[in-house]
């Protein structure tokens, strides 16, 4: 899955999101995953002796103890600390399906200098925001410790 002309849709807490498809992500299905709280994760996967932490959000993008997951989507497999979060679903869009616009959030960014949402997909089924991997990947990450996010 390194093509990227195609993108992402994920699909998690009632919404759907797409991300341009990276080649440093990686999905895992839940059965190669050990579902077990740890801090805020709701799953892990070991590897190499590392624990690689995926979290379950809700809509406000908050950690949940639990959610209808079947995936996990690590960003990051080329770092020191992947991230993962759980999704209900995914699926790859051709790019030429998409028309993909710049898209600047209003307010804060929830990482220092990194916003979620670059840029959105309009289509006949209405909007999509875009999720920026390398914000997600570090927003996961400061769940894993108290960076100023609510508990």
Known sequence: MTDLRHYLELRFAGRAYLMPNFPDILVEPR???QVARKGRAAAERTV????WRAYA???DWMPIPESAWTRAVFFGIGTSRPAGLLVDDLRLLSASELRVEPFTPLGPAPVPGLHLFPGA???RGGLTLVLAADAVAAYLR???GDHGLDP
Do not use: K, T, Y
Not at 48 to 51: K, R
């Open 121 to 123: 997909a309009v289509s």
């Open 31 to 33: 059965e190669n995953m």
């Open 142 to 144: 400061a769940l894993e």
């Open 48 to 51: 190499h002796g590392a624990s």
């Open 57 to 59: 959000l809700g809509p």
